[in-house]
């Protein structure tokens, strides 16, 4: 079931350019839609991901090239954001969000390059955990990319 999906996705990313209305999500549409959720999708490239989006801010899963050992997500204006690495060493990419039904479009904030097509999965379907390693995101929870306070939205806030 897993790999018809990954395939459906990859055909997506051929057809992303088509035509098709897709309705840009805002920040806090981005948040709410993926707390508590999985992304799962094929980047451009033909490679596949899966991340949980924990409330807490952490993104637990697998980004494509390795296993999360220590990777955030939070929401910047209206891009999501992933961070990989300690801080000294973080990488940090943004992605602004289109959905067109159970499909979304992550598309890169700086450019609008195409990055990936996903789905979202209710819940943490795989299974996706910390390996026992805890990390924190709270540097990050109240910041956007660039550093600067985000006081719209913090992952940990309640709903």
């Excluded at 055909?11 to 098709?20: E, F, H, I, M, N």
């Excluded at 309705?23 to 959720?37: C, E, H």
């Excluded at 097509?117 to 910390?130: F, Q, R, T």
Aim: hydrophobic residues 30%.
């Amino acid at each position: 079931m897993r790999s018809c999906r990954l395939a459906l996705l990859a055909a997506l990313v051929v057809l992303s350019g088509g035509g098709a209305r897709s309705d840009v999500l805002t920040g806090p549409q981005i948040r709410d839609l993926f707390t508590g959720n999985t992304v799962t999708g094929v980047y451009s490239g033909g490679g596949p991901f899966s991340e949980y989006h924990a409330a807490d801010g952490r993104a637990l899963g697998d980004n494509g090239f390795t296993l999360n050992i220590d990777a955030c997500w939070n929401t910047a204006g209206d891009s999501v954001c992933y961070h990989y690495g300690p801080a000294k060493d973080r990488r940090t990419y943004c992605f602004t969000v289109e959905r067109d039904g159970d499909n979304l479009t992550l598309r890169v904030a700086d450019s609008g390059r195409l990055n990936a097509v996903a789905s979202l999965e209710k819940g943490n379907p795989g299974a996706h955990g910390d390996g026992k390693r805890r990390w924190s995101c709270d540097d990050l929870l109240s910041r956007g990319s660039d550093g600067s306070k985000n006081a719209a939205w913090s992952n940990a806030e309640p709903k």
